[in-house]
C-alpha cells in the first residue's frame, strides 16, 4: 500500500508542480505579495496530496514564531520546508546558491527574496548573508535557516554549521529552535516512500539573543537534538503500531 500511495502522490506531485509553476510564471512580474501566491498554493497542494494520497497528515506543538526572530529546523526531508513556508507565512529561507540555478524553482526563490549563500565563500559569504537577513527582517520577515546546512536521516552524526551562529551573533534577535521526525515518513531513495502517518513538528522554546557563541551553539544543538530524539521514537512507535 505505501509503494502504491508513494507513486500515486508522485504522479500528483508532478502534474501539480507542473501546472503551477509554469501557470504562474506571469506572476513573477508582479510585487512579491502577489507572486507568493504561486509558492503559496503550490505548498498548499503539496501538504493536501500527502493528507489524502499518501495518508501523511501533520500535527504542531509549541507557538509558531512571528516575523523578526531566526528560525532554527532540523532538517529530514523536502516537507520541512514547504511545511514551515505555510505555518510561518512570513519568512524568506537561506539556501544553496546553485538552488537560484534550477529553472522554474530558482525564479520564483529569487522573487521571494530567499537568501543564497556561496558554502566555498567563507567569511565574504557570512557577511552577504547577514546583510541579506537584516534587510529581509527590515521588510518583515522571519529568517530560516538549517543549522546542518542540509538534510539528515534520523540517528544520523550532527553536524550543525557557522552560520547559524554568524546570524545569532549579528542581528541580536531570538532564534526558535525546531525539532521534527518528518525523516521517518519521507524517506527512500531520493525521498520516493510517503508513509501513511503523522508528523510531528515542534517548535521550542526561543533562545534570547545576547548568548556567547559556543553557549548559543550548545544549547541550540542540545533542544534540537533532545526534541527531535523524542520526536523521533514517537514516530517509530506509531510506524510500529500502524
Not at 530524539?229 to 500502524?242: N, P
Amino acid at each position: 500500500m505505501t509503494i502504491l500511495r508513494s507513486t500515486l502522490f508522485l504522479i500528483y506531485f508532478a502534474l501539480i508542480s507542473a501546472a503551477l509553476n509554469i501557470g504562474c510564471i506571469p506572476l513573477l512580474a508582479f510585487p512579491r505579495r502577489v507572486a507568493k501566491w504561486a509558492p503559496d498554493a503550490w505548498c498548499g497542494a503539496v501538504l493536501w496530496g500527502l493528507r489524502h494520497i499518501a495518508g501523511l497528515d501533520y500535527r504542531v506543538r509549541g507557538t509558531v514564531p512571528p516575523p523578526g526572530v531566526l528560525i532554527a529546523p532540523k532538517h529530514m526531508s523536502m516537507w520541512d520546508t514547504v511545511a514551515i513556508w505555510i505555518l510561518q507565512g512570513h519568512s524568506v529561507f537561506v539556501l544553496k546558491r546553485e538552488l537560484l540555478n534550477i529553472p522554474l524553482y530558482g525564479w520564483y526563490a529569487r522573487k521571494m527574496g530567499m537568501i543564497a549563500i556561496d558554502r566555498d565563500g567563507k567569511a565574504s559569504a557570512l557577511r552577504k548573508m547577514v546583510e541579506a537577513a537584516k534587510s529581509a527582517f527590515a521588510h518583515g520577515y522571519a529568517v530560516v535557516i538549517f543549522p546542518e546546512g542540509t538534510r539528515k536521516k534520523p540517528g544520523s552524526p550532527t553536524d550543525y554549521k557557522p552560520g547559524v551562529a554568524a546570524l545569532y551573533g549579528h542581528l541580536g534577535v531570538p532564534c526558535v529552535p525546531v525539532a521534527l521526525n518528518s525523516g521517518l515518513f519521507w524517506t527512500g531513495p531520493g525521498g520516493f516512500l510517503k508513509k501513511a502517518g503523522t508528523i510531528t513538528i515542534e517548535f521550542l522554546e526561543p533562545i534570547p539573543p545576547g548568548l556567547k557563541r559556543a553557549e548559543f551553539m550548545r544549547t541550540l544543538e542540545t533542544r534540537i537534538e533532545t526534541a527531535t530524539t523524542a520526536l523521533v521514537e514517537d514516530g517509530r512507535a506509531q510506524l510500529v503500531t500502524g
